[in-house]
């Protein structure tokens, strides 16, 4: 069975998208932790990070690189920080959440509840720098 990124890669179920290119995905986290927080796929499906071939790691790493400079331009934010935990989900994904301070990166913090018009105004403004 498709885990859930695959079907929103494949366009089954809808995302807020802001990035693509013929290996990778990136897209809103649906509950966000920031303004901006963004989930960067392989477009094939995969578990676990370290079961990345060493080219698809490395490639997967630079677009998350490529994406996170666009958030960077749309979101105000200190820094971009990155985490890879993969429990939640059995498909490789790297969240990239704009922070101004460390503590930002608790998973335990409240997320941030955002309207639609919102993620949608986010998301283009993030395609537009990307």
Known sequence: M??????IVSGEIPSYKVAENDK??????????AKGHT???PKQ??????DLDDTTLSD???FAKRVAKAIEKAVPC???GLMVIGM???????????INKESDMILSNPRIKLGQ?????????IRKNF
């Open 88 to 98: 939640e989900v059995p498909h490789v994904h790297i969240h990239l959440i704009p």
């Open 78 to 80: 200190k820094r971009i």
């Open 60 to 62: 997967i790493n630079i």
């Open 2 to 7: 498709a885990s859930i990124f695959s079907k």
């Open 45 to 50: 499906e995969t578990d676990y990070i370290f």
């Open 39 to 41: 989930l960067v796929i």
């Open 24 to 33: 990778f995905f990136a897209f809103l986290d649906i509950n966000p932790m």
């Open 117 to 125: 018009s919102e993620f949608e105004s986010i998301a283009q403004n």
